[in-house]
């Protein structure tokens, strides 16, 4: 014969059964602080709501770093496939219920991952921006390209300076009053400059995350 669940909620991640000591000792602390305790409790149930939520939005390979049992996994990969309204807020609540079972230490698993799929999209635009940054200046400035393929060893300098020559020729054969014309060249230069800052590694993308940080606080 089955035994029947004991009732209770979780608090902070830890199962309170009804009646313990620790349920009687909540209920004392709520008598004193009786909204504060409920507003504390409903921000904890929504922010779980929330990483649940986001849980749907993880990378495949970051998803698998997560310890959330086979039920809360499939439950996620279920609520992808889900297109109904209805349905997919009550597996959206349903998974909810389920990080609340969660102990702290998986929680803060979770959020260091949601946080690390949020920064590489920063890291990728913040690289683009540094590329573009110095494809203009390539073209723009001899200096510039001797300073890259100083700092660029790797980068095929005669390559690069034909890229960049054609991009200059053709961005001076546009009719009066028309934007510069941005061609193969140009667009070549982006792609060359952006492989080498890639191959370069940290340093450019730090770079990058800097100039990016300047400009938002501009």
Do not use: C
Not at 37 to 44: A, G, I, M, Q, V
Not at 62 to 81: I, N, T, Y
Not at 134 to 158: K, V, Y
């Amino acid at each position: 014969m089955s035994r029947k669940p004991k009732k209770g909620y979780f608090v902070r991640g830890e199962f309170v059964h009804e009646g313990s000591e620790l349920d009687l000792e909540l209920k004392r602390e709520l008598k004193g602080t009786d909204e504060a305790s409920r507003t504390d409790l409903k921000r904890e149930s929504d922010e779980l709501q929330k990483l649940g939520e986001a849980l749907l939005g993880v990378r495949a390979s970051l998803f698998e770093k997560l310890p959330l049992g086979e039920k809360l996994s499939d439950a996620v990969e279920e609520a992808k496939r889900i297109t109904n309204f209805e349905g997919k807020r009550r597996q959206m609540q349903f998974i909810g219920k389920l990080m609340r079972k969660l102990d702290a230490e998986t929680l803060e698993t979770v959020r260091a991952v949601i946080a690390e799929q949020d920064r590489v999209p920063a890291a990728e635009t913040a690289a683009l921006h540094e590329a573009e940054r110095w494809r203009d200046r390539l073209i723009a400035d001899d200096d510039a390209l001797g300073g890259w393929i100083e700092t660029h060893p790797a980068t095929d300098s005669q390559q690069l300076r034909a890229l960049v020559r054609q991009a200059r020729k053709d961005m001076k054969t546009g009719l009066p009053g028309e934007a510069p014309r941005q061609n193969k060249a140009y667009r070549e230069v982006f792609q060359l400059v952006r492989a080498q800052l890639a191959v370069h590694g940290g340093s450019d993308h730090a770079e990058a995350a800097a100039a990016q940080d300047r400009e938002e606080d501009a």
